[in-house]
Every structure is written in structure tokens, then in C-alpha cells.
């Protein structure tokens, strides 16, 4: 994959799915600041860049940072919670904060508790792939679209490469920003919900994308709200 830097998480039970659905969970971006973890090489690239990231400043650093979230640091934080460092060694109160995002959706999908053989179990079952292809300085920054262009070669090729049948977008400012390729847009309706739907052409047809409020904000972390509308989105009774 030519345009891809952040390597997608793959379960190893991905082919298999969810209930037998092959589902993309599509996040926003990773973050990175000037800080002591930063490499020489990086910080002379970002100088040079305005002090922004592109992804022309990626290193081998930088490639598995989404693997890395799922397989080493979200399955220790639910297998070995309690033997985790609770402070760094400056005596900081270490937050794990980002790792309850993946907890939180994985209990929206299922409808309920997920014991932490059950998290392993879910991740193991999905993809996951993070839409633009450098980092941002935080999540509350606004996102920039210079190089929308570079993203959505990447995003073609993560789709042809995992053929995913379901994508779940989160958070909605890939979509209200216009980041995300051009395509159809529908809705679905489920009680009194009406959420966005973009629909994404490929090889074998049309794959449909739901865009979902982000889990680590409290309007996406309601388990009554969100279990219905992505139960149905994914057909999860059929």
C-alpha cells in the first residue's frame, strides 16, 4: 500500500468478523507533540515543516502506532490493568483515557459489559485504520485538508486491500470537514435517530460507511442510544 503510513490494525479473526461481518472501523488521526518521546529526526522534519507533521515526516516510528494501540497497549489495559505504571516517572498520573474510546464502542457494538477476553475477542474480530495519514497536535485541533488528496489514495487502498462489508466512521468531522472521498450520502433512521450514511464505491459494488458520534465524547459513549442504531446498521439480527 503505496499512500499508506499508519498501518491498519487487522484482528486475525478479521475474515471471519463480527457475527460474520467484516467491519472497518475508520477513526480520525493519531496525535503527536514536541515532547522528549519525539526522535531527532523527527523534530529537524517538523522545524523545517512549520512545526506541523506531514506525511512526508513519518519514520519507522511512526508506521505501527495504530497496531500498537490495539494490540499492545489496549489488550494490556484490559488483561493486566492492575499491574499497569498508575504515575510516570516524573510523578504524573498516567491517563488511560484514549484505551476507554476502544472500550466504550466495543461495548456500543455489543449491547453490553465485555469481560476483558471479550474486548481481546472483538478486536481480534475487527480492522482498524486511522484516515489521515499524519499526526495532529490534539484532538481538539482543528483538522487540516492540504493533503486530502494523499488521504483518500490511502483510504482506496486500505479498501481494496481489506474489502471490509461495514465501515464505521468516528466521529463526524471526517464528514462535515469533507476529509473523506466524494460519494453518495443517505441516512438511516432508527427511532428517533437520523444518522449519516456515506456510501463508498469498490471493486464488487458499494461499501456503506455510518458515521457515528466519537466514543470518547459523552454524546457517543451512550450505549442506550448507539447499540440500536449500529445493531441495525450491521444487521446483527440477520
Known sequence: MKHVKFRPWVGENYQEGIFGKKILILGESHYCKEDENRTELCKIKWAKNNSRCNHNCMNNSCYDMTRALVEDEYSKYRLEYNSLPKVDNKG????YKHLQTLLCFER???GGETSPEDSVLF?????FYNYMQHAQSGPSKSLENKDKEYYEKAFQEILEELKPKYIIVWGKRLHNDNLLPDSEVSTIKVGEYEIPIRKFAVED???????????CCPCGKSRKKWHPILKEFLKLDE
Not at 92 to 95: A, D, E, L, R, T
Not at 123 to 127: F, I, P, Y
Open 92 to 95: 504524573n498520573k498516567i491517563s
Open 108 to 110: 456500543n457494538v455489543l
Open 123 to 127: 478486536w481480534q474480530s475487527v480492522a
Open 205 to 215: 459494488g458499494v461499501v456503506q460507511a455510518l458515521i457515528v458520534e466519537h466514543p
